[in-house]
T-cell receptor, first 109, second 119 residues
């Protein structure tokens, strides 16, 4: 089983829609969690860290569910510019980073 | 925010030659840098972890004699692809951790990547 798994998508949504997707991790001792955004042929950029209490940054909301070992990302009021691949990154207790394969989101006009 | 500069952004080389890629942290010191490879439509694959002043730690299946890593200072790590072959063509990305941030909860700062094409 992969350490970090994501639904690859693609999620095709119209502008203004809400889209949400999860990332599951296998190591229960995982310490920290991040969502990165990667545009085609570019490097990943940090979107947001994910805190135990859940956190929000504008239209983006991240949640952590330790019991079920998953994190989620919700995008409200989707914009065309939100089209990208969203990578889930998990840090284990030995500081090793594991990347999900990414979830592709396409927002259409 | 923290900036990591990677150079070159694009390189085309002939089979059998070697290519060096530089990764610099511009406004912070990084005791640890990471090197990844990404093939089209695939996830980032960690190749090795580069530690300042010591030998790099390679992931399983990555040939250390083919992918030479040097981390001579707190702001510079280099990856040299030796005797490159067409199958080495890929997108190589480095990332770094700011040494002043707690390891367990610090995000990575990525370089802008190097697209290597071996002909």
């Amino acid at each position: 089983r992969k350490e970090v798994e994501q639904d690859p998508g693609p999620f095709n949504v119209p502008e203004g829609a809400t889209v949400a997707f999860n990332c599951t991790y296998s190591n229960s001792a995982s310490q920290s969690f991040f969502w990165y955004r990667q545009d085609c042929r570019k490097e990943p950029k940090l979107l947001m860290s994910v805190y135990s209490s859940g956190n929000e940054d504008g239209r983006f909301t991240a949640q952590l569910n330790r019991a079920s070992q998953y994190i989620s990302l919700l995008i409200r009021d989707s914009k065309l510019s939100d089209s990208a691949t969203y990578l889930c990154v998990v840090t284990s207790n030995d500081y090793k980073l594991s990347f999900g394969a990414g979830t592709t989101v396409t927002v259409r006009a | 925010g923290a900036v990591v500069s990677q150079h070159p952004s694009r390189v085309i080389c002939k089979s059998g030659t070697s290519v060096k890629i530089e990764c610099r942290s511009l406004d912070f010191q990084a005791t640890t840098m990471f090197w990844y490879r990404q093939f089209p439509k695939q996830s980032l694959m960690l190749m090795a972890t580069s530690n300042e002043g010591s030998k790099a730690t390679y992931e399983q299946g990555v040939e250390k004699d083919k992918f030479l890593i040097n981390h001579a200072s707190l702001t510079l790590s280099t990856l040299t692809v030796t005797s490159a072959h067409p199958e080495d063509s890929s997108f190589y990305i480095c990332s770094a951790r700011d040494r002043t941030e707690p390891v367990w909860n610090s995000p990575l700062h990525f370089g802008n990547g190097t697209r290597l094409t071996v002909t």
